[in-house]
């Protein structure tokens, strides 16, 4: 079993800046995956970004040039740089482990931690 522990999440004015942490834990294979998910109230839960194992980095269209993903295999840590936040950022944040190096929809999600809330107001 994996273990995900999320923290960073919290209240931010529209333009401001807040940075997600995600750490894996347990029987985590050698070669994964991690990235971020999110949903906000009434609506489904969608992709926001990912890194796969060898590095490479996938976005979602309306946070690209505004959030970064990075990892830290040593820690077995993923991070969500969140810069130039906007009112339609809010929504609870996600983080998923995958056992595979392409872009995942949420139901090829094999782990998911508990959730963060992120809230931008304008």
């Known amino acids: 079993q994996v273990q995900l522990v999320e923290s960073g999440g919290g209240l931010v004015q529209a333009g401001g800046s807040l940075r997600l942490s995600c750490a894996a834990s347990g029987r985590i294979a050698s070669t994964y995956s991690m990235g971020w998910f999110r949903q906000a109230p009434g609506k489904e839960r969608e992709f926001v970004a990912f890194?796969?194992?060898?590095?490479?980095?996938y976005y979602t269209d309306s946070v690209k040039g505004r959030f970064t993903i990075s990892r830290d295999n040593a820690k077995n840590t993923v991070y969500l740089q969140m810069n130039s936040l906007k009112p339609e950022d809010t929504a609870v944040y996600y983080c998923a482990v995958v056992y595979q190096s392409r872009r995942p929809s949420s139901s090829e999600v094999d782990y998911w931690g508990q959730g963060t809330q992120v809230t931008v107001s304008s």
């Open positions: 890194i796969n194992w060898s590095g490479s980095t």
